[in-house]
């Protein structure tokens, strides 16, 4: 009995904790339903319902919302940070799993270090750094922001690396494999999970960073900014009134590809987790 009722009230506080989590972003999906522009208090849910918000979205862009230049640039620099990023990833967690070399240890110490330090303390370098390249206001000088320390995520793709039976490497140098077919045709194809993880993880920084996108883009012309920064300024006092249920509406637009995604790949992603967790 006392088994029971604790299981009740464990299930009761979890559901209490979801419904309080899922509150915001109910209130964010009716609000872009709205035919209310402003900010409404007066209602949780609006009393007039419309798809206005979306339609000025991708058939109606101007100045201050150009929602599909946005949704373009924050794509672009998604997709191509996400292939140098998983490339970068899986090169350096195979080298540290795999392969023997001196001072092995060491860079995997000096490495987890560094990851350790707050990305927004050489925020300021890199701008710089990336001004004196001509690299500022571009999409190239934020993918490379994105990929350029990406290898030091290795650690939980190494971790399934190590899961990987050393006999079918050993047996591959044996019929004479290099070390980069031994990757390309034996660890690749039986990483699938470890690669779907690496793939989300390294397509959702770029995709929700607003912090290092607003440093680098200082363009004023609204076709040069991402998603994030874009929707952001649409929270501005002069603009609030007018594009609020807009800015909800792009809100939920840009969360619906990440849903997806998580929703198709979440059988890999779980066992990708769990599978870096074996071994350190």
């Known amino acids: 009995m006392k088994k029971t009722v604790n299981i009740i009230v464990r299930h009761i506080v979890l559901a209490l904790l979801a419904f309080i989590w899922l509150i915001p972003i109910i209130w964010l999906v009716v609000t872009s339903l709205s035919a209310y522009k402003g900010v409404n208090y007066a209602h949780f849910f609006p009393t007039e319902w419309s798809l206005d918000n979306y339609q000025q979205l991708f058939l109606r862009p101007d100045t201050a919302a150009n929602f599909p230049a946005w949704f373009k640039n924050s794509l672009i620099i998604g997709i191509f940070t ?48 990336l001004k004196m390249l001509g690299l500022t206001d571009s999409l190239a000088g934020l993918v490379f922001v994105y990929s350029a320390a990406s290898g ?14 050393v006999s079918l490497r050993e047996a591959a140098k044996l019929e004479g494999a290099s070390e980069a077919t031994i990757f390309t045709r034996i660890v690749i194809p039986l ?19 607003f912090v290092m996108a607003r440093l680098m883009i200082k363009s004023k012309n609204s076709a040069d900014w991402t998603v994030a920064i874009g929707l952001y300024n649409l ?10 249920s807009v800015f909800c509406a792009g809100g939920v637009i840009v969360a619906i590809p990440i849903s997806i995604l998580f929703i198709i790949m979440q059988k890999f992603y779980v066992e990708g987790i769990t599978g870096g967790a074996v071994k350190g």
């Open 82 to 129: 996400c292939i140098i990023s998983s490339i970068f990833v899986l090169m350096v967690s195979y080298a540290f799993s795999c392969m023997r070399f001196k001072a092995r240890k060491p860079l995997m110490s000096f490495s987890i270090i560094l990851g350790m330090f707050p990305g927004v303390l050489s925020m300021i370098a890199v701008y710089f750094v």
């Open 152 to 165: 030091l995520g290795f650690l939980i793709c190494k971790g399934f690396f190590d899961t990987i039976p």
């Open 191 to 209: 990483s699938k999970p470890m690669i779907v993880y690496t793939v989300i993880n390294a397509f959702l920084n770029p995709w929700m960073d």
């Open 235 to 244: 929270l501005q006092r002069s603009l609030i009134g007018d594009y609020f």
